[in-house]
């Protein structure tokens, strides 16, 4: 366990008993008190990083599922591992991104809700592309359907144009 590390380490440091008698102490092999030791040196502490979300899967308390969803409504266009990175910064919230998914189906989050909050999100923007856009003249604008354009041209081959 990691107590049983830490207290390895420990009674390294007091450097009253040596590897043998330590490994003995706390049930340990020896080339896991060293494996500790290069551990600690490396990162500063005996226990692994946890890996960015995952874990065992929990239910976010109401408080924190509403941050999440006023996220959501703010930046929909963040990846999972972004709303957990969020979470544990501002919430010191470790969260699985299971977790998240789970918060966001419950409340009735999916792709197709999210695609049309990104598409509305910013009505300014959306108005300074149509005034950057309305200075040109509709004939120097094409516009092109990726559905049956050829590679190797811009012209359609097949449909409407």
Known sequence: SNDAKRIALQLKNQRRDSNHEICQLVDFSLSTLYRILCRNCAIGDVTKKLAIGRGCPRKLIHSDCLY????????????????????????DLPVSLATIHASFKH???????VQKLASE???????????????????????????SKDDRTYAHLWGRA
């Open 107 to 113: 409340a009735g989050l999916n792709v197709k809700w």
């Open 68 to 91: 999440l969803l006023r996220l959501a409504h703010h930046k929909p266009t963040l990846f999972l591992d972004e709303y957990s990175c969020h979470l544990e910064e501002y919430r």
């Open 121 to 147: 999100h910013n009505p300014m923007v959306r108005a300074a592309f149509v005034h950057r856009i309305g200075q040109y003249p509709a004939n120097y604008l094409i516009s092109l359907n990726k559905v």
